[in-house]
């Protein structure tokens, strides 16, 4: 059975915190994908991955970065939490044509 | 605008209902299109993908209508257990493009 796991299901950060949400598939994907879901708003890409140390821009990436050293590992980053981002994370790992959620992160930053 | 737009919904039908789900694309780039389920407080899943042809999986149907730029989503003879929020995705490139999403809540 496919896997993609977060490290946490629920985090409150203060503002100004650095935040890390982890992301480890057990497929083999190259492909890699971090999103946030806010309600009217739908998923919106922040950045991914098409392989180990790379990393591309998605729609959303502001206040945001990543890093993929190991392929199946995908770190999302927040420098220094602001209240507007708080929100329901969700990485996915893909192949060529079906994506793979986790259980996402509902992050709250205060 | 939006590369994937759809009609927010709420939807709620009665058990046994058959409603339609439309979705517009506006880049004409993605060769795949795919219907995906999300269920309350829970990650998205594959529902079915969509081809030219149409397709069906049981009670789903689904349509791609490459000209007039849409997919469409039937489900038929619809169960409570459907309600859920239907999200509409296309495939540019390597990257997975989602719809808002589509509320459906089946009624007793």
């Known amino acids: 059975d496919v896997k993609v796991t977060q490290s946490s299901r629920y985090l409150v950060k203060r503002t100004g915190e650095k935040v890390f949400l982890e992301c480890v598939q057990d497929?083999?994907?190259?492909?890699m994908f971090w999103y946030r879901q806010d309600p009217g708003l739908g998923l919106r890409l922040i950045y991914f991955?098409?392989?180990?140390?790379?990393?591309e821009k998605g729609d959303i990436p502001e206040g945001y970065s990543v890093s993929r050293e190991k392929k199946e590992r995908f770190s999302l980053i927040l420098e220094s939490a602001s209240t507007n981002q708080t929100s329901m994370y969700l990485c996915?790992?893909?192949?060529?044509?079906?994506?793979?959620f986790g259980q996402g992160t509902r992050l709250t930053v205060v | 605008r939006k590369e994937v737009e759809q009609d927010p919904g709420p939807f709620n039908v009665p058990e046994g209902a058959t409603v339609a789900f439309n979705c517009t694309y506006s880049?004409?780039?993605?060769?795949?299109f795919f219907w995906y389920r999300q269920d309350c407080r829970k990650e998205p899943k594959l529902l079915m993908s969509?081809?030219?042809s149409g397709n069906e999986d049981g009670r789903f149907t689904a349509q791609l209508n490459r000209a007039s730029q849409y997919i469409s989503l039937l489900i038929r003879d619809s169960k409570l257990s459907d309600s859920a929020t239907y999200l509409c995705?296309?495939?540019?490139?390597?990257?997975?493009?989602f719809g808002p999403g589509t509320r459906l809540s089946v009624l007793p």
């Open positions: 996915a790992s893909s192949s060529p044509i079906e994506a793979f």
């Open positions: 497929m083999d994907h190259e492909n």
């Open positions: 991955s098409y392989d180990v140390k790379m990393k």
């Open positions: 880049n004409s780039a993605s060769q795949s």
């Open positions: 969509v081809y030219s």
């Open positions: 995705v296309g495939l540019y490139g390597q990257n997975f493009v």
